[in-house]
């Protein structure tokens, strides 16, 4: 994620951040503009079409479709900012429900039971880490067989890591109950930081498997290129040549909405504007090795 300071107007106006859309775009930006210099020619030399020409009422078919057009894209960057958003809030949940099942376990465990509680202090993160891999659809394997608890064996990495260890960490819980290291109202504390894990997870797979809507996206796509294709037609009366940047700008601006909702609907992925999910998880292998 990019890290930026909001008040700072002339790095917004003048770097180009190689996120940015301009870098992406600007290849069909130079086909745009060939493309309205190529009608403007035609129009003006060529064809030497004249003020009363009809095409010219075709401006009128862009004022209108003009209001919907906007009306779709702020529907669509809306839709995927809320989804961006969401992502982070369950996030900042996994965060807090670490946190707190640390606390809870450190003050519940004895201060002998240093096995056990290099166990959670190592187990805890690591389940932020495999949940991350997890939304980046990554096979990257976790090193968990560097540390000595038999518990971490016979991990399956080609099958859902976050419930394999959601597992673990359940089972150990469940083990500290039955040998009586901690009474059963403190097995009951646990239980909502524990079934927490579950939710989480499940809300960050329904994100990230339910993307928009194949045929909304692909018909904003479409919208966009036939009214952008269509503006040189009309507005060449008015413009002259001058149509060429005009109708590029306005190319770009529309373009532009549709890349960033494309970027942010995604909240889990590796693009700069994603969630800083490798930086949560730092914080909460921090916060967790602090608190036990």
């Not at 209001?67 to 839709?79: G, H």
């Not at 549709?258 to 730092?282: H, Q, W």
């Amino acid at each position: 994620m990019i890290s930026y300071n909001t008040k700072d107007w002339f790095t917004f106006i003048f770097k180009l951040h190689k996120s940015d859309t301009f870098r992406k775009l600007w290849p069909l930006l130079i086909f745009v503009c060939l493309y309205s210099g190529i009608i403007a020619y035609l129009e003006i030399s060529y064809w030497k079409l004249s003020q009363n020409h009809h095409l010219k009422n075709i401006t009128l078919m862009h004022g209108i479709l003009s209001f919907v057009i906007s009306m779709l894209l702020v529907f669509r960057t809306n839709t995927a900012y809320e989804r961006w958003w969401e992502g982070r809030k369950l996030w900042g949940s996994l965060v807090n429900n670490s946190r707190g099942l640390a606390v809870k376990l450190s003050a519940m465990l004895p201060a002998g039971a240093i096995k056990e509680r290099e166990f959670f202090r190592t187990i805890i993160p690591q389940y932020a880490v495999a949940l991350k891999n997890h939304l980046q659809k990554e096979s990257t394997r976790l090193a968990l067989d560097q540390y000595e608890h038999p518990e971490f064996n016979g991990i399956a990495y080609e099958n859902h890591v976050p419930n394999q260890i959601h597992q673990i960490i359940f089972k150990k819980v469940n083990e500290l109950f039955v040998k009586e290291k901690i009474q059963k109202e403190q097995y009951w504390m646990l239980n909502n930081e524990l079934q927490g894990y579950a939710d989480i997870c499940g809300a960050c797979e329904r994100i990230k498997n339910t993307p928009i809507p194949y045929s909304y996206s692909a018909f904003i796509k479409k919208f966009i290129f036939f009214y952008v294709m269509t503006l040189p037609w009309g507005y060449v009366f008015s413009l002259g040549y001058f149509v060429m940047p005009v109708v590029a700008f306005v190319f770009f601006v529309l373009a532009s909405l549709e890349l960033i909702a494309e970027e942010i609907e995604d909240p889990f992925g590796t693009d700069p504007n994603d969630l800083p999910m490798d930086k949560i998880c730092e914080n909460i292998d921090k916060h967790v090795r602090e608190i036990i």
